[in-house]
């Protein structure tokens, strides 16, 4: 949990530091962004990142719930909603992050789910984020069929 609350702070502001400090290194890191593209490592993750700040901002995330932490040895998996307030920046030309977003503060509700090994890029027993997959929540309180 504490990667996850790091990873979580890191992206209100797009803070790369933290970014990597959550993230496993070197060529093992694998997400699925909110953009729906896929990243293959934190460096790309990182380009990503520089790139959206110039384009959008992401201002806070809150009202998460934990839908289930896992915890088997050295691998741990979790599954949460939250909320994420952002917007895009006033920019030139066609510059696009993937997601359309007005210029005024828009409340994204999204799901995600991270797997963690206690394992950094040298071997260190350090826990990383070693995958990530986000998509936005359903609209509406009932599932179909429910």
């Not at 040895?73 to 920046?89: K, S, Y």
Request: charged share 25%; aromatic share 12%; proline share 3%.
């Amino acid at each position: 949990m504490r990667v996850h609350r790091v990873w979580m702070r890191a992206n209100c502001g797009l803070d790369v530091t933290g970014m990597r400090e959550a993230f496993v290194g070197g060529g093992y890191f694998q997400g699925f962004n909110l953009n729906a593209h896929n990243y293959y490592q934190r460096d790309e993750w990182e380009q990503l990142w520089r790139y959206l700040k110039t384009v959008m901002a992401i201002t806070d995330v809150r009202d998460e719930q934990v839908l289930r932490l896992e915890i088997r040895g050295d691998m741990a998996w979790l599954a949460f909603e939250a909320t994420l307030t952002a917007h895009a920046l006033k920019v030139q030309g066609d510059a696009t992050s993937g997601v359309a977003l007005p210029e005024t503060p828009t409340d994204i509700r999204f799901r995600g789910t991270e797997v963690f090994v206690r394992a950094d890029e040298n071997g260190r027993a350090v826990w990383k984020m070693w995958h990530c997959h986000y998509s936005p929540s359903a609209p509406g309180a009932t599932r179909p069929g429910f």
